[in-house]
T-cell receptor
């Protein structure tokens, strides 16, 4: 079956630091890959996505590249802000079913 | 311009008193999901509707039921809430079919349930 493994954290950074949250996956076929973000007390929001190998998803300064050879989709941001403090979930979806498989989530705290 | 709307945002109930949470969508998506999320853990899928077809996850307790009267609305009924059912309940939608799309799910803001 499908699975997603992501760095669990928590991760604590200072403002303007570089962020990497690792995510690797196991899936049959050619899944779509996602990063969702959840701010305190809110629902999940799509941060970025990639639907095929070598695609790069980007949004709000965050980037992730779909690497089929390493089955990875690591999230990066060059300079984090306090407002980026949230829980980040890596997820995949494939055409064999229409459910998302989530990683366990990574809590990011950015200090001023 | 919220596309997936959940009500209420906050629900307080007493132990054993039935609760209904609602979800509506303006996306005309054919799949609707209910997730349970505790303490920033990953959301746990309870069930989903593919069009009118109901699909229950194997480990979803019988205490949880759902209704989808039309494409736009879906309800989560908790028949006898226990303390362990206190959680955030998330509704989501997606489009699945011949033109599969990306498989992206669109989430509502969630309904936080407190059980006293």
């Amino acid at each position: 079956g499908n699975s997603v493994t992501q760095m669990e954290g928590p991760v604590t950074l200072s403002e303007e630091a570089f962020l990497t949250i690792n995510c690797t996956y196991t899936a049959t076929g050619y899944p779509s890959l996602f990063w969702y973000v959840q701010y305190p007390g809110e629902g999940l929001q799509l941060l970025l996505k990639a639907t095929k190998a070598d695609d790069k998803g980007s949004n709000k300064g965050f980037e992730a590249t779909y690497r089929k050879e390493t089955t990875s989709f690591h999230l990066e941001k060059g300079s984090v802000q306090v407002s980026d403090s949230a829980v980040y979930f890596c997820a995949l979806s494939d055409r064999s079913n229409y459910k998302l498989t989530f990683g366990k989530g990574t809590l990011l705290t950015v200090n001023p | 311009d919220a596309m997936v709307i959940q009500n209420p945002r906050y629900q307080v109930t007493q132990f054993g008193k039935p609760v209904t949470l609602s979800c509506s969508q303006t996306l005309n998506h054919n799949v609707m999901y209910w997730y349970q999320q505790k303490s920033s853990q990953a959301p746990k899928l309870l069930f989903h509707y593919y069009d009118k077809d109901f699909n229950n996850e194997a480990d979803t307790p019988d205490n949880f039921q759902s209704r989808r009267p039309n494409t736009s609305f879906c309800f989560l009924d908790i028949r006898s809430p226990g303390l362990g059912d206190a959680a955030m309940y998330l509704c989501a939608t997606s489009r699945f079919g011949g033109d599969w799309g990306t498989g992206e799910l669109f989430f509502g803001e969630g309904s936080r349930l407190t059980v006293l």
